[in-house]
């Protein structure tokens, strides 16, 4: 056998296939390194990342429906306790409204109850000082004389006054002393208290004694005071900053039923029924009054209602999608 052997040729049997186009066979990973190409571990690390992204996507859906859904309940439920608050914010309104109705009426009747119970008073006031209008009160009537002689000594004083009066005309039907008030010194003797039988003979008593000038020195000390009620004499005493501007000023006044102040001045009478309307007269005529206060009792006074009721909206609340 020679060295050289002669070629053998091969011939495709179908000559088209052998100049047909040839498939791209996979290289290797030597080959696409060497062609600039990415590796295999690149591409594993790519198709990691898109299934990382895939992954996460899916979970923040999932989270945001999660978190939809607790949001829609929580919602709910706080609607649904809004409503509560509401329906119970009406009853409670309303009910406060029938209160105010109830306190109203019951204001209304107050008042009326407390003007008849004021008409009383003044009607038994006005009875227990008519049942002394016949009672005259004296001070000033030394411890020295006793009681077996204040009669005679009531008496004297009388005529001393009106010595016109016959003396079967002055008759006293009983007479004594009463209690002294606490804050009095134990030296100021105690006042002395009789009921005169003629009342005629006792306004005449008061009105000589008020204006007489020359009463004997015996009887120099002895002031004439009109009996009256502890009730008047409280309320008399509510007026005593004006009673004494109106003497300060000479002006003339008296008083009336029930306790009222009736003054006289140029030509005209004021009644005053209160120490502010008092006041406030003696201030339009440019006279000041210090230190005085109306003791008038207060009265009930209505609510008004500051509050519109509003009735709660009920709203369905949206299901979770």
Not at 235 to 238: D, G, H, I, S, W
């Given at each position: 056998?020679?060295?050289?052997?002669a070629k053998?040729?091969?011939e495709?049997k179908?000559?088209?296939?052998?100049f047909?186009a040839r498939?791209?066979?996979?290289?290797t990973?030597?080959?696409?390194?060497q062609?600039?190409?990415?590796?295999e571990?690149d591409?594993?690390?790519?198709?990691?990342?898109g299934l990382?992204?895939q992954t996460?996507?899916?979970?923040?859906?999932?989270?945001?429906?999660?978190?939809q859904?607790t949001?829609h309940?929580?919602?709910?439920d706080l609607?649904?306790?809004?409503?509560?608050?509401g329906s119970?914010t009406?009853?409670?309104?309303g009910?406060?409204e029938?209160f105010?109705?109830?306190h109203?009426?019951m204001a209304?009747k107050?008042?009326?109850?407390e003007s008849?119970l004021e008409r009383y008073?003044?009607?038994?006031m006005d009875m227990?000082?008519?049942?002394r209008?016949?009672?005259?009160?004296?001070r000033?009537?030394l411890e020295?004389?006793h009681?077996q002689?204040l009669t005679?000594?009531?008496i004297e004083?009388f005529?001393s006054l009106l010595?016109?009066?016959?003396?079967d005309?002055?008759?006293?039907?009983?007479?004594?002393?009463?209690a002294?008030?606490?804050?009095l010194p134990?030296s100021t003797?105690?006042?002395?208290?009789?009921r005169?039988?003629?009342?005629h003979i006792?306004?005449?008593?008061?009105k000589?004694?008020?204006?007489?000038r020359?009463?004997?020195?015996k009887?120099?000390?002895?002031?004439?005071y009109?009996d009256?009620s502890a009730?008047?004499l409280k309320?008399?005493?509510?007026y005593?900053?004006i009673?004494?501007?109106?003497r300060q000023r000479n002006?003339?006044?008296?008083w009336g039923?029930?306790?009222k102040?009736?003054?006289?001045?140029?030509?005209?009478?004021?009644?005053?029924?209160?120490?502010?309307?008092?006041t406030?007269?003696?201030?339009?005529?440019?006279?000041?009054?210090?230190?005085?206060?109306n003791v008038g009792?207060?009265?009930?006074?209505?609510i008004?209602?500051?509050?519109?009721?509003i009735?709660a909206?009920?709203t369905?609340?949206r299901?979770a999608q």
């Open positions: 056998m020679s060295q050289h052997r053998k040729t091969v495709p179908d000559k088209s296939a052998f047909a498939k791209p066979q996979p290289k990973a030597g080959q696409q390194n062609d600039g190409a990415e590796s571990t591409s594993d690390q790519a198709a990691g990342t990382n992204k996460l996507q899916h979970m923040l859906d999932d989270l945001a429906r999660k978190m859904s949001f309940t929580a919602i709910a609607r649904r306790d809004i409503a509560d608050l119970r009406s009853h409670l309104e009910r406060m029938e105010v109705t109830a109203d009426s209304d107050m008042e009326d109850i008849r008073e003044n009607k038994v227990e000082d008519r049942s209008r016949n009672n005259l009160r004296l000033g009537i020295e004389v009681q002689e005679a000594y009531a004083f005529h010595p016109d009066i016959p003396t005309m002055l008759i006293i039907d009983r007479i004594h002393r009463v002294k008030p606490a804050h134990p003797p105690r006042d002395v208290l009789m005169v039988h003629y009342f006792k306004e005449q008593i008061s000589t004694h008020r204006n007489s020359n009463v004997p020195e009887f120099k000390d002895i002031s004439i009109t009256l009730e008047t309320r008399r005493r509510t005593r900053n009673t004494e501007t109106l002006l003339q006044y008296r039923y029930p306790v102040l009736l003054i006289n001045k140029d030509g005209k009478t004021h009644v005053i029924t209160s120490t502010a309307e008092g406030d007269l003696l201030q339009s005529w440019g006279i000041t009054v210090n230190n005085t206060q009792q207060p009265r009930g006074s209505k008004q209602g500051d509050w519109r009721a009735k909206r009920r369905t609340p299901t």
